[in-house]
């Protein structure tokens, strides 16, 4: 039986460089994956670091006006855009200009997002959520509680046509004969009840007022609103 041959100490050498090499290779992928995935996963730690970001020592657990403009030039949103009420929904913020701790972990937990990458990311997905008819009302009725005056009961008529702007302004076809029927009536503040009639009437009435009924549930003052319209058109029909 011929005799096998001794491998060399150079051959040696060169595989264990190799197998050295390869598992060196290895543990330094499996540290860049490691930190791939801690990057990519939520931290509460992280959230609530980023959150100080925008706080004072004087009162760390709110979010103030100062901090909310800051905030957001950091994710590129004008304070106006109707994103940033839709985020307010998801945290389910109280009010308008302000975050509390508890909101801002609320939010941002659900949505995964800790940095403002993360939350750039997902701006488009927030958008998106206007989509929906049912969750557009959700935001939509959200709005009146978010942004009235909490020492009022119902929403005074710059607020109520700022947020009617941002909501209906480019969807609803009637927008700007209510918005202009508002200026010259007697109306100075808008009850919850009005607020929610009027997303109603934006989706169900037609822009011909053919199928609005005089006799239904609607409140008085769309009831005003239709009548002061077909005044405005008759008018304008004869000049």
């Known amino acids: 039986m011929p005799r096998s041959k ?5 051959d040696m050498s060169s595989n264990e460089d190799d197998r050295y090499a390869s598992k060196r290779l290895r543990n330094s992928s499996s540290r860049r994956v490691s930190r791939v995935e801690e990057a990519q996963s939520f931290s509460q730690k992280r959230c609530l670091a980023w959150f100080r970001e925008y706080t004072t020592p004087d009162d760390p657990d709110t979010l103030g006006p100062e901090g909310m403009e800051k905030f957001c030039e950091d994710i ?16 389910q913020a109280r009010q308008m200009g302000f975050f509390t701790k508890e909101e801002w972990l609320k939010g941002l937990g659900e949505m995964q997002c800790d940095s403002i990458q993360k939350l750039q990311y997902r701006l488009d997905y927030l958008r998106c959520l206007l989509n929906d008819q049912n969750i557009f009302k959700a935001i939509y009725r959200y709005a009146y509680d978010f942004a009235r005056d909490k020492d009022q009961r119902s929403m005074d008529m710059e607020t109520a046509k700022a947020m009617l702007q941002l909501l209906l302004g480019k969807h609803w076809a009637l927008y700007t004969q209510f918005s202009q029927f508002l200026d010259q009536s007697k109306y100075k503040v808008i009850n919850k ?15 011909d007022l053919s199928n609005y009924d005089v006799d239904g549930a609607w409140p008085v003052m769309l009831d005003e609103f239709v009548e002061w319209l077909k005044t405005s058109r008759a008018k304008a029909a004869i000049s």
């Open 76 to 91: 590129g949103v004008e304070p106006e855009n109707v994103v940033m009420l839709v985020l307010a929904f998801k945290m």
């Open 193 to 207: 009840d009005q607020w929610c009639n009027i997303l109603e009437f934006s989706r169900t009435i037609y822009n």
């Open 6 to 10: 001794r491998r060399s100490t150079t």
